[in-house]
């Protein structure tokens, strides 16, 4: 099982306006001979979506069937991937921005950063927050539920390709299943935690 196992990465870049960081995995010669083979395994590479062509092309559409992956209260409740499964809700954010989309798919502390897959297992965005509930509950007397921001895909590409990275474009079209989805994101996202 490699739920407990740490890789130490670099700080590349931030747009903190879209809470994005870029992270680069330390060098191979750097890390020990434990977090060698635990790369090789997981099949780890600098900036998957860049290099792998992960992000859709076309923004989200209104309706759209998606999945989110993560790791919802961190190590609290397991170390282990979540999926869950929702519809876009609205193709703007909070306070109508175009960078970003509204979803009705559970979103919890931990989430953020994670991925978020369109039907096919194209990543459509990436997980950004959920709506500030009791804040929302003190401001208009009732309580919010199923209110998560994702990032567009394209403003991930943006944040990419100014962080000097080539972004190719992922066009998959044959849909999967849900447990299909489960499984690529179980292979491309990790439990990003801060130590230091």
């Known amino acids: 099982d490699n739920a407990n196992k740490q890789v130490p990465a670099e700080l590349i870049n931030t747009d903190r306006s879209n ?73 703007r954010g909070a306070g109508d921005d175009s960078g970003q989309f509204q979803l009705d798919a559970a979103v919890q502390p931990g989430n953020s950063g994670g991925p978020i897959y369109d039907s096919s297992g194209n990543i459509v965005g990436v997980v950004i927050s959920q709506l500030d509930k009791l804040k929302m509950a003190k401001a208009i007397g009732s309580l919010p539920e199923n209110v998560n921001f994702g990032i567009k895909a394209s403003t991930v590409r943006q944040f990419l390709m100014s962080s000097g990275l080539p972004s190719k474009k992922s066009e998959q079209t044959e849909e999967k299943s849900t447990q299909q989805l489960a499984e690529i994101a179980k292979n491309q996202a990790l439990m990003v935690m801060c130590l230091q």
């Open 19 to 91: 809470d994005l960081a870029l992270l680069k995995l330390s060098t191979l010669e750097m890390a020990s001979t434990e977090s060698k083979s635990l790369i090789q395994k997981l099949g780890i590479v600098v900036v998957p979506l860049a290099s792998k062509g992960l992000l859709r092309s076309e923004d989200v559409k209104l309706g759209e069937k998606v999945l989110v992956a993560g790791y919802p209260f961190g190590e609290l409740f397991s170390n282990t991937i979540k999926v869950t499964s929702g519809i876009v809700s609205a193709t």
